[in-house]
């Protein structure tokens, strides 16, 4: 008899196994009593996760009043981490969630996470400050969750300022301009040894409307930003004719070998490197990146690192119109789920705390750290403390802004910039993106998710990306790259254009 | 490995299997007679069952999503079924062509270029006199094998990055010509090929040459007396002394036919070769990961495991009816 209970047993372990797997996906702990701990999950886009028994970590516990227990997610597999704890029993409080993904449109509409449309007004701190990010933001009107505030003018054109001016030329203002610079960066030996040099830096970007370089160009070029409104009704950007003259002109600037070579492979990861080499003069990205190469030039040369970096912000058309490229003014969001916070006396728990730590002084705990620790203020800037203490506070901050949200406006301090090449490139910033933002083109289907893009979007967006590549590479001429794009139409697209007509039209 | 030789069958295929199956109630009553004989041996199978239950056939269950509107939040138990709309999806889809052509197309080009490699260097190997060389050589061809997929394609980026990476220079050179490597969609599967051998061409001799090892020596001296030269000995002995091996391996590969890989797949493709580098593996990372259709992608995974099945079940059919080897 022994035997045949061993069996028994296996045959109810086999069993059991295959009983857990179909519980794997129930829908989560939690009940109904009051929360006694907050758990939230963020990524974590510094190298370490900041030590939950750390100074800011306890000041901000104290803060709010509730023990918090996040659990940090390198940003590189965030997403799929998302998708797993969502699917686990352990779901947490707060889901930092990094943008309108199909998992997180899709779960929110179908009721995985709070609607917040109505609620958030009641909450101070967490009533936005600019409508129209908000309304972008939002999936189809409707809020399910706190957008996390960023810049909407970052759009920027970083150019090597000792190479501008040996070749005697000043900063570009209108494209043409810039075409004259990447050829002079290519030509005229603007590093002055006779090595081989080019102008423009193209990394490989992935996807298309995500103010990549190709996308910067285009909309300076009068391309819409994505979606073109035209008279009410919703049509693709890339579908307008601005979009094959804008890449045309790139075309030409590719053709003429004032480009990197390798700008279909380059990984966009090694973007600064043949900037810093002298390899290339030119990058079209964000204002950050200037700071960047700024401090990576400071490291070679520290007295004269101020002379090898200039920003300018977008550039006009040939005809001197300005267009500019706005950011959608958020990162993601702090969405909570509805199988962890299941009543509202939770759900106002939980917003109270988001609340307190979007106040100033939450902010400034989340952005700066704490004051006599590591910043002290100085003009209305915070200036770093330096000291062991007051280093480790500083690497915790930059992990705790990312659960930090300012719908509300930035109430922190903005940092003291180090040198006056620093404080003279940041000011040259601040006013341009100020003056860009008056000519920013927004994109008017922001806020609307069709069903048929969160299904296919991936597949749809690739055809334009890799159309656009082949175009310029010339693999395709004008009337093949029609063709791409028509495809992108039938293999779905046409839905795509439906769905969102029928939403702005019923929204707007 | 388990592999078996049967002789020759007399009679047609498909009736000898027949009557082997034995009665059911005459197989339960000698299972329990085994069973009582010698517990400890069967409980020490039972580990082994309880990985393959938990680990093996548990997770099966998952392959359900595949016909749901699977919704991680929902769970598999409350996410709502929709029947074979996954599969209807993929199979009249825009994408579906071109990644099946693609993938039959790399999976025929490992069949033929990549499987046989190994065999060929095998049997060359199995030919130096030198014992030392023949070692040096062995270890050193299974250095790459080590080396991962990241690293391969970091090392295949700069020796062919246009302009600057040494072999493209080269080739260009002589040629005369300005081929992008990377990005000419008519070079992506010479490199894949490329990156496959020099990966994997080594790594892959080590089964062959422990055949090879294993062929009687008697058979060599017999041969040679009988005036044989080396060419004939690999001919008339070696060859078919290693051909058992060659089918197992042969029907494995067959299984894993429509395995492309993912990674070395991936980190080569871009935009302008992608119309030839699409394939299932990497649009199921794609669909599923980054475009969070995780019915959809399991739809995929299952239909090509399907077709997996058929594949190594064909396959061994017909290597038990033509080579009286065979894998079960």
Known sequence: ?508 | MAMTTTPAPDVPVGLDEAPVVPPKPARRKSLMKRLRRAPVLYLMLLPGLAYFAIFKYAPMYGITIAFQNYLPFLGMGGSPWVGFDHFVRLFSGPDFGRLLSNTLILAFLNIVIAFPAPIIVALMLNELRKQMLKKFIQTAIYIPHFLSWAIVSGLTYLLFALDIGPITVLFNDVFGTRVNFLADPDWFRPLIMAQTLWKGTGWGTIIYLAALAGVDKNLYEAANLDGAGRFQQMRHVTIPAITPTVVIMLILNIGNFLDTGFEQIYMLTNSLNREVADVFDTYVYFMGITNGAYSYSTAIGLFKSVVGLILILGANWLAKRFTQSSLF
């Open chain 1, 1 to 508: 008899m022994f035997s045949r209970r061993t069996l028994l047993a296996g045959t109810a372990l086999g069993a059991g196994a295959l009983g857990l797997t179909a519980c794997g996906g129930g829908s989560g702990s939690g009940s109904g009593e009051p929360l006694t701990a907050l758990k939230i999950m963020a990524p974590l886009l510094s190298e370490t996760a900041p030590d939950p028994e750390g100074q800011l970590h306890k000041a901000i516990e104290e803060f709010v009043g509730m023990p918090l227990e996040i659990t940090w997610v390198p940003n590189s597999s965030y997403g799929d981490r998302v998708t797993v704890t969502m699917a686990s029993d352990n779901i947490p409080h707060i889901m930092v969630q990094t943008g309108k993904s199909a998992e997180f449109v899709q779960t929110a509409t179908a009721g995985g996470y709070w609607d917040l449309t109505d609620i958030l007004p009641e909450y101070p701190n967490l009533t936005p400050e600019n409508p129209d990010v908000a309304h972008g933001a939002s999936i189809n009107g409707k809020t399910y969750g706190v957008f996390r505030l960023r810049d909407a003018m970052r759009a920027s054109v970083i150019l090597r300022k000792d190479w501008l001016a040996k070749v005697g030329l000043d900063e570009p203002v209108t494209t043409t301009d810039l075409e004259e610079i990447a050829r002079a960066f290519t030509e005229e030996d603007p590093a002055g040894d006779g090595s081989a040099t080019y102008g423009l830096i193209l990394p490989a970007w992935g996807g298309y409307g995500n103010n990549g370089p190709y996308d910067l160009w285009e909309t300076w070029h009068g391309t819409a930003n994505v979606w073109k409104d035209e008279g009410g009704t919703l049509s693709p950007a890339f579908l307008a004719p601005e979009f094959i003259e804008a890449n045309t002109s790139m075309k030409a600037i590719i053709d003429a070998g004032h480009t990197n070579a390798d700008y279909a492979t380059m990984d966009a990861a090694t973007w600064n490197d043949p900037f810093v080499k002298g390899q290339g003069g030119i990058i079209a990205d964000v204002s950050s990146r200037g700071k960047q190469l700024l401090s990576l030039f400071q490291e070679a040369d520290p007295e004269g690192y101020g002379d090898k970096v200039t920003m300018v912000g977008n550039l006009k058309s040939p005809d001197g119109t300005l267009w500019s490229l706005p950011t959608p003014g958020y990162a993601g969001y702090l969405a909570i789920p509805k199988s962890s916070v299941q009543t509202e006396e939770q759900l106002a728990t939980v917003l109270g705390v988001m609340d307190k730590l979007s106040s100033e002084e939450g902010q400034r705990l989340l952005n700066n750290g704490i004051e006599g620790v590591n910043y002290e203020v100085e003009d209305g800037m915070s200036v770093p403390i330096e000291s062991e203490e007051g280093s480790l506070v500083s690497s915790d901050v930059s992990a705790f802004a990312q659960i930090g949200t300012q719908s509300n406006g930035y109430l922190g301090l903005s940092s003291k910039p180090a040198g006056e090449a620093e404080a003279a490139m940041e000011e040259k910033r601040q006013a341009t993106a100020d003056s860009d933002l008056e000519s920013a083109v927004f994109n008017p289907g922001a806020a609307y998710v069709s069903d048929a893009y969160t299904q296919n979007g991936a597949i749809l967006d690739q055809i334009v990306v890799d159309a656009r590549l082949k175009y310029l590479a010339g693999q395709l001429d004008e009337a093949g790259l029609q063709a791409e794009l028509q495809r992108w139409t039938d293999s779905g697209g046409q839905q795509v254009i439906d769905e969102m007509n029928e939403l702005y039209q019923a929204g707007a």
